[in-house]
């Protein structure tokens, strides 16, 4: 059982290495800052902030919007053609992105 988790967990950190944080930030730019804000921060009520979130949560998220397992309008939409490659850039780009709070 320990192997099997072990093993679940080097193959999530060994997809999560190959993630290119500069083509999510260009897929982001070009599909998600719109809604999203150009750094993940939101200005509108309805619309979460992306920066900092954990990248397995955005990659979850991501997934479900993509297969239909979550509903959004715009979200479904968005999140339809995108690869698994796609995901992983997000997530990894949104992830790196730190908030501060003073």
Known sequence: MHALILAG???????????????G????????????????????PNVPHLAGQP??????????YRSGKR????MSVI????????IEDLAQWYASLQIRVE
């Open 71 to 74: 509903h959004h309008e715009v």
């Open 25 to 44: 930030k260009a897929r982001a730019a070009a599909a998600c800052a719109v809604c999203h804000g150009p750094q993940g921060l939101s200005m509108q």
């Open 55 to 64: 990248e397995i949560y955005l990659v979850e998220q991501l997934r479900n």
């Open 9 to 23: 967990l080097l193959l999530a950190a060994a997809g999560a290495a190959q993630a290119d944080v500069a083509a």
């Open 79 to 86: 999140a339809k053609p995108l690869s698994d490659q796609d």
